[in-house]
C-alpha cells in the first residue's frame, strides 16, 4: 500500500531553523571539541569515574551554572544586538568573561569567540568583523550576533546554546573517562529533559542575580594549567 502526503499540507521549513541547526552542530569549525572544561583533571584525580558520576557533574554545571550565567546573558546579549545597543553588548560580553573562573577558561571563551567571529565575517555578517580581535570576545556574544542576524528566536538561541555545551561536554566524558556511546545518548537525554527548564529559569533571572561560583570546576581548570599530561586544551 502506498501513501502520499500533501506538501501544501505540511508546514513549511524555516530557513532559521536550519541556521540554528547549523549553529549549534558540532561541525562548527571553532574548535569546541578540544576544550573539557577542567573534566579532564577531575578524571585524573578519580572524582568522575563512571557514567553517574559524568552525568551529575555535566547536569550539575548544566542546573545551577549555566542556568545563572550564561543563559541570562545570552539572553542580554541577544537583546544588545536586536537593539543595536553596542554598549550593552560590550558590557554582557566583558561580565561574561570575567565570570569565566580561571585562565584557561577565560582563554577558551577567547579562541572560541574569535573563531565563531571569524567565520560570521567570513559568512558575510559585518558586525562580526570587529570581534575577532577584540581582547574580551565571547562565544556567546558571536552566538547572539548570529542568532539575531539569521532570525533565530531567542528562547531557542538559548536552548541551542546549551545543548551545543552540553554536548561538548559529553563527548568529552566519553573519551576521558572513558564512557560507551551510550552512556553518552543517556546522559543526553536526561539533558533533554532539563534544558527546557533551564532556559525557562534562566531568561527569569535578574541583572543582579547573574552569576554563579563553580568551586569544583575552577579548581579543576586552574589544576588542568599545570597537568603534565593531558588530550584537552582546558
Given at each position: 500500500?502506498?501513501?502520499?502526503i500533501?506538501?501544501?499540507s505540511?508546514?513549511?521549513?524555516s530557513?532559521?531553523?536550519?541556521?540554528?541547526?547549523?549553529?549549534?552542530?558540532?561541525?562548527?569549525?571553532?574548535?569546541?571539541?578540544a576544550y573539557?572544561?577542567?573534566?579532564?583533571?577531575a578524571?585524573?584525580?578519580?572524582?568522575?569515574?563512571?557514567?553517574?558520576?559524568?552525568?551529575?557533574?555535566?547536569?550539575?554545571?548544566?542546573?545551577?551554572?549555566?542556568?545563572?550565567?550564561?543563559?541570562?546573558?545570552?539572553?542580554r546579549?541577544?537583546?544588545?544586538?536586536q537593539?543595536?545597543?553596542?554598549?550593552?553588548?560590550?558590557?554582557?560580553?566583558?561580565?561574561?568573561?570575567?565570570?569565566?573562573?580561571?585562565?584557561?577558561?577565560?582563554?577558551?571563551?577567547?579562541?572560541l569567540?574569535?573563531?565563531?567571529?571569524?567565520?560570521?565575517?567570513?559568512?558575510?555578517?559585518?558586525?562580526?568583523?570587529?570581534?575577532?580581535?577584540?581582547?574580551?570576545?565571547?562565544?556567546?556574544?558571536m552566538?547572539?550576533?548570529?542568532?539575531?542576524?539569521?532570525?533565530?528566536?531567542?528562547?531557542?538561541?538559548?536552548?541551542?546554546?546549551?545543548?551545543?555545551?552540553?554536548?561538548?561536554?559529553?563527548?568529552?566524558?566519553?573519551?576521558?573517562?572513558?564512557?560507551?556511546?551510550?552512556?553518552?545518548?543517556?546522559?543526553?537525554?536526561?539533558?533533554?529533559?532539563?534544558?527546557?527548564?533551564?532556559?525557562?529559569r534562566?531568561?527569569?533571572?535578574?541583572?543582579?542575580?547573574?552569576?554563579y561560583?563553580?568551586?569544583?570546576?575552577?579548581?579543576?581548570?586552574a589544576?588542568?594549567?599545570?597537568?603534565?599530561?593531558?588530550l584537552?586544551?582546558?
Amino acid at each position: 500500500m502506498s501513501m502520499s502526503i500533501r506538501v501544501d499540507s505540511c508546514p513549511s521549513v524555516s530557513p532559521s531553523l536550519l541556521r540554528l541547526l547549523q549553529l549549534a552542530s558540532p561541525a562548527l569549525p571553532v574548535g569546541a571539541f578540544a576544550y573539557s572544561q577542567g573534566q579532564e583533571w577531575a578524571v585524573h584525580v578519580g572524582w568522575l569515574t563512571n557514567e553517574e558520576q559524568a552525568g551529575s557533574w555535566i547536569l550539575g554545571l548544566l542546573n545551577h551554572s549555566v542556568v545563572f550565567l550564561d543563559i541570562p546573558i545570552l539572553a542580554r546579549l541577544y537583546e544588545g544586538w536586536q537593539r543595536e545597543d553596542l554598549r550593552s553588548v560590550e558590557y554582557w560580553s566583558n561580565y561574561l568573561f570575567a565570570s569565566r573562573e580561571s585562565a584557561e577558561l577565560q582563554a577558551e571563551e577567547k579562541q572560541l569567540g574569535r573563531a565563531l567571529a571569524r567565520l560570521l565575517a567570513a559568512l558575510d555578517l559585518g558586525e562580526a568583523r570587529a570581534w575577532t580581535a577584540h581582547p574580551k570576545v565571547t562565544y556567546a556574544a558571536m552566538f547572539a550576533l548570529a542568532s539575531v542576524k539569521w532570525e533565530i528566536p531567542a528562547n531557542q538561541a538559548c536552548a541551542a546554546y546549551a545543548w551545543s555545551w552540553t554536548e561538548h561536554q559529553v563527548a568529552a566524558a566519553v573519551k576521558l573517562v572513558p564512557l560507551g556511546q551510550t552512556a553518552g545518548q543517556r546522559i543526553l537525554t536526561q539533558a533533554v529533559g532539563a534544558i527546557p527548564d533551564v532556559v525557562s529559569r534562566g531568561l527569569a533571572v535578574a541583572d543582579d542575580e547573574i552569576g554563579y561560583l563553580s568551586a569544583g570546576l575552577a579548581c579543576a581548570s586552574a589544576l588542568h594549567e599545570t597537568q603534565h599530561t593531558r588530550l584537552f586544551r582546558s
